[in-house]
């Protein structure tokens, strides 16, 4: 009975491992043959604006800032001109807080760092118009999350034990935040939706250069474990970049 038992789980191995092999040379032959699978990589600039409400502080603004980003990108094409892309984007998520009236000239910068992984559906809508051309025109759209990984802040801030005839002095500070700690509650988790859109230029074999446009609308609130929280605060992000893709 104990070999009977043997033989089966080593009869049942082998169906699996002959079938992950099959279905890893299909999948892998069917990508090459028909160059499903491309491979990107592309940065460039972005803008990040923060939504909120102040109406209960006065004389009070966040203002988006200006940043940067990476991004490593892999596509899976399911039909001729719809898709599935995902990766891994490395980008800014900056903005500034700061004071108005009579105390202007207060504000803290926030320079932030995310790690986000998008998974979109794309179409060619210009297909069949391009099919013939070294051009391709694509356009996504889905979703994305990712992990809030590091911020430094720089602070300008009034000296209230250092009162003058001018006023209280101020002095800039600078910080880069413990998320160990993480003593104001910021919330980690990011998520949202995202649209892309691309235009790619085939230059030689399959390589390819393209020029991107992705824009990201937050649904997470990066303060709502805040203890004293007064508003929800939304990020809406833009990024420009160019790059290049390999399809294999």
Do not use: C
């Not at 699978?37 to 990040?48: A, W």
């Not at 446009?213 to 805040?226: C, T, V």
Request: no cysteine; hydrophobic share 30%.
């Amino acid at each position: 009975m104990k070999n009977k038992k043997t033989n089966e789980k080593k009869l049942f191995f082998k169906h699996q491992a002959f079938l992950l092999l099959f279905t890893t040379f299909f999948i892998g032959t069917s990508l090459s043959a028909q160059e499903k699978f491309r491979v990107s990589f592309s940065g460039g600039l972005n803008n990040n604006d923060i939504t909120y409400s102040a109406d209960n502080r006065i004389n009070t603004e966040y203002v988006g800032k200006t940043g940067n980003y990476f991004k490593a990108g892999f596509n899976f094409k399911i039909h001729k001109y719809i898709s599935i892309q995902t990766g891994l984007t490395y980008l800014n998520k900056n903005y500034q807080y700061q004071r108005t009236g009579t105390q202007e000239g207060v504000s803290t910068l926030y320079e932030t760092r995310y790690f986000n992984i998008p998974v979109m559906v794309g179409v060619q809508p210009l297909y069949n118009v391009l099919k013939d051309t070294k051009f391709n025109f694509e356009v996504y759209a889905g979703t994305y999350a990712g992990w809030w990984n590091t911020l430094d802040r720089e602070s300008t801030v009034e000296v209230f034990g250092e009162l003058n005839f001018d006023g209280f002095p101020r002095k800039t500070v600078t910080e880069s935040y413990d998320f160990a700690k993480n003593e104001n509650h910021f919330n980690r988790v990011d998520f949202g939706l995202q649209a892309e859109t691309r235009v790619e230029y085939n230059f030689y074999k399959n390589m390819n250069v393209f020029v991107e446009y992705s824009f990201m609308y937050g649904l997470s609130d990066n303060q709502k474990n805040q203890l004293r929280k007064t508003s929800n605060y939304y990020y809406t992000t833009s990024n420009y970049g160019i790059g290049v893709s390999y399809n294999f």
